[in-house]
Nanobody
Framework: QVQLVESGGGLVQAGGSLRLSCAAS????????MGWFRQAPGKEREFVAI????????YYADSVKGRFTISRDNAKNTVYLQMNSLKPEDTAVYYC???????????????WGQGTQVTVSS
């Protein structure tokens, strides 16, 4: 079992930046790959970024590549999502998730945080 709590969301103007954090507790954090996902109103939850257990491998959705950066600190049991050059279409509830597998498939994740709202104004 692992419990996840996101923070750092808010309202920002287009072109601005936000840094999301996801703090984990429970079983060994370094046993899990960590993913960030988002869900806009009326849309399905979608993959944003993933980082492997050690932090040495990352992968991004095309829509955020070059603007978002995922990182982790296993000593602090925390994963981050640095979001730069934000666009109105980035507006969504952002969720972190944990799974032992390195996967971008939403339904394969067993552990989810409660989500944090990100709103980008034009």
């Amino acid at each position: 079992q692992v419990q996840l709590v996101e923070s750092g969301g808010g309202l920002v103007q287009a072109g601005g930046s936000l840094r999301l954090s996801c703090a984990a507790s429970g079983r060994s954090f370094s046993s899990y790959a960590m993913g960030w996902f988002r869900q806009a109103p009326g849309k399905e939850r979608e993959f944003v970024a993933i980082i492997n257990r050690s932090g040495g491998s990352t992968y991004y959705a095309d829509s955020v590549k070059g603007r978002f950066t995922i990182s982790r600190d296993n000593a602090k049991n925390t994963v981050y999502l640095q979001m730069n050059s934000l666009k109105p279409e980035d507006t969504a509830v952002y969720y972190c998730a944990a799974d032992p597998r390195y996967t971008v498939v939403v339904k394969e994740y067993d552990y989810w945080g409660q989500g944090t709202q990100v709103t980008v104004s034009s």
